[in-house]
């Protein structure tokens, strides 16, 4: 079952992506974030909405989206099992909070951002906007679920990291990662991470102690692929 | 009564009290007229979004007020000590430094050092070659500078410190130019002819 506050770090092509993307395959009510617009944007059943025009807010205030792309008209009136990806091309943190704040008053809603970095970066407390914030550290009160991938764990807001209920950490070989690492688990698990296999991952959380994951090594289904544009 | 009045209040119909209902979000993240949207997105970039900058350089009033007197120091060391302005004096304009400061510090002088790096990028290799030959040479030098300190401590038993100023040289005076006269002798025996 997904925690309120999920996050996948390690390397490209580590399989973190397709591990978010099994992890949330029961999730009833779901939005997925894309900022590359590559592989995903072929991702079959599900649908795509493509915010065109966005206007950054001023003085800290969220940003507003002009237009039929609205992702506000994709989900008024909806009711019920829903799964989009909503695929952002620029202003990835503004439209991320303006998103955030648009699924608090969704409610009941897993929303899981690929590449994560892109959207809340490294840097203090203000440096998140206040939305995504709220999202983060309160967005269970309103029933809104949150995972992230990232490639480096310095990629991604320390607010983030810490109020993850749980961290699955895939293959890295960068040094700051590591030295992250080692807040969560023991020194040998900490060693292993640079020669994971694809697809294995060493698991972190409050609920239990670290454990190395082998069991989808093989298993994963990604979602079915469009026919090609 | 009190407790009438609250009986017959509304109840609260929202089941998130402390959330945001989906019409108000939506409404704060939508932008319905296109005219203004246009004119928005023509904004200034300085205007838009932009996060706090913890980095960012604060000029503090106590650098205007040592800029403002610096001003004055050129005049005050080549002309007249009196130009040399009072901190009463430099706080008077210190709030105008301040701001030119900031100004030059967010503004003007990155826009300089991109130009300089965007459209001259000789200055910067030249800046860098200057930057290597004046470490070796500090190098260089401070190694002579430590070989001379220690071949001056070795030589330091073989040198006698003076103690006492020596005399100064006794200078001989001669009042008048001694007369020759012819067939005489002068005052070192000498024969005049």
Redesign the interface.
């Known amino acids: 079952m997904l925690g309120s506050l999920e996050l996948f770090f390690g390397k490209s092509f580590t399989g973190k992506t397709a591990r978010m993307l099994h992890e949330i395959r029961a999730e009833p009510r779901l939005v997925l974030v894309d900022p590359k617009c590559a592989q995903l944007v072929t991702l079959g059943g599900v649908d795509h909405v493509w915010p065109d025009k966005f206007v950054p807010g001023k003085g800290g205030k969220e940003g507003r989206w002009i237009g039929e792309h609205n992702p506000a008209n994709y989900f008024e009136g909806r009711k019920g099992k829903f799964c989009v990806v909503i695929h952002f091309r620029e202003q990835f943190r503004e439209q991320l909070d303006s998103l955030c704040l648009l699924l608090l008053g969704v409610k009941n809603v897993t929303l899981a951002v690929d590449e994560l970095g892109l959207f809340i970066p490294a840097g203090n407390a203000r440096s998140v906007p206040p939305n995504i914030t709220s999202a983060l550290i309160s967005g269970r009160h309103e029933g809104l679920k949150f995972c992230g991938t990232a490639q480096i764990p310095s990629l991604v807001n320390f607010i983030a990291q810490s109020n993850a209920s749980r961290i699955r950490w895939f293959r890295t070989t960068e040094k700051n990662s590591l030295a992250a690492a080692l807040f969560s688990m023991p020194r040998a698990f900490v060693d292993s991470l640079p020669s994971l296999p694809d697809q294995v991952c060493i698991e972190t959380s409050d609920a239990r102690a670290p454990f190395r994951d082998e069991s989808l090594v093989g298993k994963i289904k990604i979602l079915p692929k469009a026919p090609a544009l | 009564m009190w407790f009438q009045k609250s009986e017959q209040s509304e109840p609260n119909k929202n089941p ?1 009290p ?9 409404a ?4 319905e007229d ?1 005219e203004v ?1 246009d004119a ?2 023509e ?1 200034d970039p300085a ?3 932009v ?2 900058d ?1 980095e960012a350089l604060l000029i503090k009033p106590g650098w205007a007020i040592a800029v403002a007197k610096g001003c004055f120091y050129p005049a005050a060391r080549w002309v007249h000590p009196a130009y040399a302005i009072r901190d009463e004096q430099a706080e008077q304009i210190a709030p105008a430094m301040q701001v030119f400061l900031q100004t030059l510090a967010d503004k003007y002088a990155p826009a300089a050092i991109s130009r300089l790096a965007n459209r001259h990028p000789e200055f910067w290799d030249l800046v860098a070659k200057l930057g290597v030959l004046y470490y070796q040479q500090w190098r260089a030098v401070s190694q002579l500078v430590a070989e001379e300190e220690r071949a001056r401590l070795a030589n330091a038993k073989n040198v006698t410190p003076i103690s006492v100023m020596p005399m100064p040289p006794e200078v001989v005076v001669h009042e008048e130019p001694e007369r020759k006269v012819v067939g005489e002798r002068m005052r070192d025996g000498s024969l005049v002819i």
């Open positions: 998130h402390g959330g945001i209902d989906f019409e108000t979000a939506a704060r993240v939508t932008l296109p949207a928005d997105t904004l205007d838009e979004f996060a706090p913890e």
